[in-house]
Structures are given as structure tokens and as C-alpha cells.
């Protein structure tokens, strides 16, 4: 508004505003060269000229309009020059005459041919360089020095490695494996990084004062809470060195079973299995099975332990397969239908932690077809809820047509036979052998048991109908197998003595339904194992001067007469 004002005033004035910038013609004449600004502002001049309906400005108002645009241009001009001091060679005056040269140069639009451009300005304009020059020629020494480093919008081009042999590589590996190892200060800071086990759950414990908005501990309690504090860091410094050296413990005695595990199995292969009727009842072999099988021999052993007295064939079990496949494609027309179906139903709860053998495992189809051949094979016997876990433990360790022939073996023998046909006569024998030596093993826990009213067959039904692998971890359970392929019947009932010595202390303070909660399902303990083992061997099948098949067979006898 107050431009329109100044150029209404005076309309005799344009000549005496065309005066004022005179000096700046030379950056407006022909073939001059003033940057790319210049060009637009030059492109762009009808718009800085005043428009037609104006009145022409007078005098006064033109020398104060000037001086107000070169005032407004000075800030601008300079963040595109840097001032006229920063280049060598100028005049000190070159600076102010350099902006005013662009500023004029907006405003010559306005009265255009009138001003010829001055020599010296026309000398400065010359050696002024273009800004298109002086940004490009700073993104190439920017562009050069950045090859090797970072780059703003793209990734650095990776090192070139010079390439070594696989073979150089190696060596240079070992020998600064070597080197770490000999060196003094290795042991050191390992036996270090052991005996001094840093909490990490107490890093952030941090006495603080109060709050300033609440009163200031009194040094009694100060006092105390750095004795509380204390405390806390001893209590959980020792419990994190007890977790510490749990692990460390729990590794060398894994790294010790896998030592042993590796000597057990030359000596199987080498020595034992190429001569099996003859080494088999030796004591290196009785002393090797009770440490346990090596799982890659184990297979073989169980075949042999186990034998063949059926004379089961390979064309045999194909028989029977064919036999079981027809019948599960027609189940509703079977008579064992019933028996399918509980097959079917069984096999979803067998080794659950594995989830192999349940609907979509690699070895369900395996095990179903297992146990439907075994009740084409025995229909006297079908099948009975346990045989799947039984199968299952033979599928892992063998194959196909050896499982068939092993499992059709073991359900054959006197023990397992009684409890799967529900003799009750000669379960009742079984039971009444376990009671003589429960006796005489665990007096206290007898006559617990008889107060309480838990009988024999309230935990040993099922530990015997599963072989232990419902009450047991898989891996405690293939050892008890191990050892009952080797001493047969009678290590199924000394491991039910071990097991109760083991739990006695807890067995003696509970009721029956507890009791009978508890032995069906063991807590899983570390180092069980060897624990429960330690029980077994404490606790010998002998009552008086009788062992496990005198007292067995005077059950019998009593039974019988009376």
C-alpha cells in the first residue's frame, strides 16, 4: 500500500529513479554474464516492472523505494556470494558493489535502455564465476573425496579381500588356537571368569536418596538400607554361583557320558556283538549293559537279548500287514473293529514330547500298522492299552520287520503275557513276590502302605503294562530296558523297589489318592538317572536266603494249598 501511495505522488520521477541506478546498467546489457539468477530475474523482468494502472513514481519516492530494495537484496545476495572479502584479487568495495549489481538489475527492469553499463563494473562482472560453475565444480571435489568412505544415498562398495586358499585359512585358524591356548593369561582368565560368577540380576540395584519433596533419610536408616542392600547382592551372588556350578557340573558329567559312551560303543562292536552267545553272560558285558546301551548298539542288543523263539518271519509280518490294511479300509464289517479303533485313539497320547507317532508324525502310519499286524497275528491277546508306548520304544531303535518280531517276542514272555491277558491268578503271584521284598526292602514304607491301603496294583499295573515309560523320562526308561533284556523279569520289579526307596521320604507323609497321584507320573529330577540307579543297586532281590524266583515260586505253592 504504501509503494502505491510513493507511486502515485509524483508521475514526472522515473527519470530521476533511472538516475539512481545508473550503476548497475552493465549487469543488464547484451551478452553479459551475471548467473543463473540474473537470466531468471532478467526472463522474469515484466513482473518486477510496475504495472500499467500505476501512476509513475516522483523522485523522492524512487530513491526510498531503492534504497529499501537494496537493503531487502543484501541478505540475500550474500548467502549466494559469501561476501567479496572471502575472494582474493577484489577491491574492498567489490562486495557491496556486487550485490547492488543484482539488486539493480531487478530494478533496471523498470526503465530498460535508458543507462549504459560502466567500465569498471563491467571489468568485476567478468570476473565474477557463474554459481552453476562454482556448485558444480564443488559436488566433482566432493564426489572424488568420497569414493573410498561413506556415501549419503547409496551403499559403500564392499573392501576387495585379497582371496585365500581354504587350506591357508585353516592353518591360520589353528595356530592362533594354539597361541590362545599357550598363553599364561588364558587359564587365568578362564579360571577367573569361574570363580568370580558376577550376579547380573543385582547390576541394577542403586541406593538412592529420596526424593527433594520428602524428608531426608536420617543416617540410622541410610545405614540399614546399605546392610539390606548388601545382603541382597550376597543372597543373589550365591545363588547365581550354586546355578553356575549346577551347569558347570551337569557339563562334565555330560562331557563324561559322551567319553563313555564313545569307549562303550568300540567295545560293543569289536568285542561283544561279533561273539554274543559266548561273551554275553561275561562280567565286561554285564558290567558295560549296566551302565547303559550305547543308542547305536542298542537295536542290535534288544534283538538278540530278546530273541526269536516264535520263528517270525519277514514274509510272515507281510501276511499278517495285508491282513490288518483290509481291515482297516472295512472297519465297520471287522470283528476287531473295537480294537482299531482303540488303536487308533491310543496312538495320539504315545510320546507326546516326540510328536512323531501322533497323526501326521513320520512313524504313526508305522506304528499303526505294527499293532494292527500284531492283532491279526495274536486275536487271543489283541490289543491292550501300553502296547503302543512298547512298540513305539522298539520303533525308535530298530526297524521295521524286527520291531514286529521283537514286540510279538516280548509280549510272549510269562510276565508281560499275564498282565496284557488280565491272568489275575498269576498277577496275583506277581504281586504278592513284590510285597515280600517291599517287606523286607522298605519295612517302614510297608506298613505306610498297608495303613494307607495302597496295594501293589495301584502303581505296578501300569508301570509294567508300559515298561516304565508312562512314569519315567524316555531316557531314564531305555536304560531300565537295558538292564531288563539282561536280568529279565526280576529287574522290572527291583526297579519299582528303587523307585520307592528313592521317593520314600515324600511317600511316608502322603494319603492314598496323593500317593497314588505321585507314582503315576515321577517329577523329572536332575540327575535322576544316576540317582535312581543308586537305588536299584542298594536294594537286592533277596529275602532271607531266597531270590526273586524262590520267592515267586513259593507264592505259587502258598496259593495252591491253600
Known sequence: MERSKDASSSPATVNNGAEDLAVCSSSLSSGSDYGPIGRFCEDRGAGLSPREDEAPVDGIGAEEEAQRWSEEEDGDDEAFTGGAACEPGLPPNAGARRRNTFACGRRLQSAPGQL???DADAELQSRRPDIAEY???RKQRSVSQSLPGWKLFGKVPPKQSPSKQPRVIQQEFEARQVAARCSPTHNAAGQQSWGKAEPLSTTALILQ?????LPAKSPEETQRHRQQYEQMVATAKRRELAAAERRQQLMTQRFRQEVEISNATLVWNQHILPHWDAMRESRRARDLWWGGLPPSVRGRVWSLAIANELNITAELYEIF?????EKWTNLSDTDDGDSLEIITRDISGVLPSLGVFQKGGPYHDLLQSILGAYICYRPDVGY???MSSVAAMLILNMDEVDVFISFSNLINRRCQLAFYRGQHHLMLRYFGAFQVFLQESLPRLFLHFQSSGVTPD?????WILSLYLKPLPLEVACRVWDLFFRDGEEFLFRTALG??????DVLLHMDLISTAQFLSR?????LLSDRLFSCISATPMLSGNRNWSQVFSSCGDGETSS
Do not use: C, M, T, W
Not at 536418596?209 to 519433596?213: A, F, G, K, S, Y
Not at 495301584?458 to 501300569?462: A, F, G, M, Q, T
Not at 515321577?522 to 536332575?526: A, C, K, M, N, Y
Open 116 to 118: 549504459q553499463p560502466d
Open 135 to 137: 556448485f558444480s565444480s
Open 209 to 213: 536418596d529420596r526424593p527433594p519433596n
Open 321 to 325: 500287514l495285508s491282513r490288518a490294511k
Open 384 to 386: 491292550v492299552q501300553g
Open 458 to 462: 495301584l502303581y505296578l499295573l501300569d
Open 499 to 504: 523307585i520307592l526307596k528313592l521317593h520314600q
Open 522 to 526: 515321577l517329577p523329572d529330577e536332575e
